[in-house]
Structures are given as structure tokens and as C-alpha cells.
């Protein structure tokens, strides 16, 4: 958890909803079936919010090649802070991936079937993450860094939990501000955010979801036991 998500809001919406300033032009269109290594809203900053994009997969700055090694895509709460990949990330670098919702998976007879864990009430949520950035030894002075993030993930509990044992880890509005604040990261902040258990609906859906090739509004709608489950 958490290798795919919805994220249908515009970058208007999101801008919105966090108070920032969009910085993504023309990237942002409505998906339902975001995978890793693709480019993914990101909140970033206190004073001046700002709406950007990041590839999925976090690549640390001291890494060598971007391409190889691991670039993982979430990061355990519980080992973050001490973590050399991701404890200056959570010192520094924090922001929010705004998401509609988010897919999970159990085992029926040997296949893979797909849930979607959609939050209740207005969305987006913001799911708490940590950004780096990644620049080549011999790139030019004005070149752009490579963005890249991790989403954070905590223990699954209330209905998340019927499904998978790890969850996003929500940033509930109150909280914005101070998780997106530069310095190092409170305790007291962090475990106040582990104690947010997310409000959703956990929808059984269509098992086309399993292949990243496919996308649009139909792979977040209900199916039944017998219905397009295999399709």
C-alpha cells in the first residue's frame, strides 16, 4: 500500500482546496488509475502553497543513477524518521499528494481482485508525503531537478483495515499547516496524524483496475460477485 490511486480533481479544484498556487500548466488531467513512475499532484511549502507535479518513486539526492536502485513508493511512518533514504526528507522536504481515493487488494480463488477505499464527504484528501529532488552530476546550471516523491503510509485501521493492514496517512485540514511547516517534524505532530483513521467506503470493482493500461470513470463504479469482477 499504496501502489495506485484515483485522482480526478482539477488543478483549479486543487488549487482551491489548498490555498496554493498552480504551478502544473497543462499536466494535470482527471485519472483513474494512477500508477508509480508517473507524474502526481504535490502541496509543498507553508507560507505560499504551491501546486506542482513530482514522479512517483522517491530518488534520493545522493543517489547515482535516478534509473536504478530502489525508488520506493511509500514510506512506513513508523521507521521514517530514522531511515537514511527518507529522514531528511521528513526533516525538510513534506508536503501532500491530493487523492479521490485509492485502490487495494485481496485474493479470491487465486486472482487478484481490486477495492477501491474512497473517502466519504468532499474530496480530494491529502495523504502525507515526502519530496526530493535529483540532479545530474554534468546537467547545466538552469537545468530543472528531478522532483520526486513517496507517499506515507501507517497501520490500517476501522474499515481500511478489512481490506489491507496499511493506509495512507491523512493530513486532516488542521494539520496542513503545520505538517508543511520547514523544520524538523514534531512528534506530537506525527502521532497526531497516525490517530487519523480515514472515513471510507471500501467499493469492490472491476478487476481491470490490475492492468495500468486501463483508465477512465468505469474502473471506480461497484461490480457485484458475479459481475465484470474478471473482465
Known sequence: MCGRFVQTSSAQRLAERFAATDTTGDALRPRYNVAPSTPVPVVIGADGRRLGTM?????????????????????????????????????????????????????????????????????????AALWSTWRAPDAAPDAPPLATVALMTTAATGAAADVHHRTPLLVPDGLLDGWLAPGACDDGLLAELVDTVPDVEVVRVSRRVNDVRNEGPELCDPVGVSGDAGR
Do not use: C, H, K, M
Open 55 to 127: 514522479r512517483w518513486g522517491f530518488v534520493p539526492s545522493w543517489s547515482r543513477d535516478p534509473d536504478a536502485g530502489p525508488r520506493p513508493i511509500n514510506a512506513r511512518v513508523e521507521g521514517a524518521a530514522t531511515s537514511r533514504l527518507f529522514g531528511p526528507a521528513l526533516s525538510r522536504r513534506r508536503g501532500v499528494v491530493p487523492l479521490d481515493g485509492w485502490y487495494e487488494w485481496s485474493d479470491e480463488d487465486g486472482a487478484r481482485q481490486p477495492w477501491l477505499l474512497r473517502p466519504r464527504g468532499e474530496g480530494p484528501v491529502a495523504v
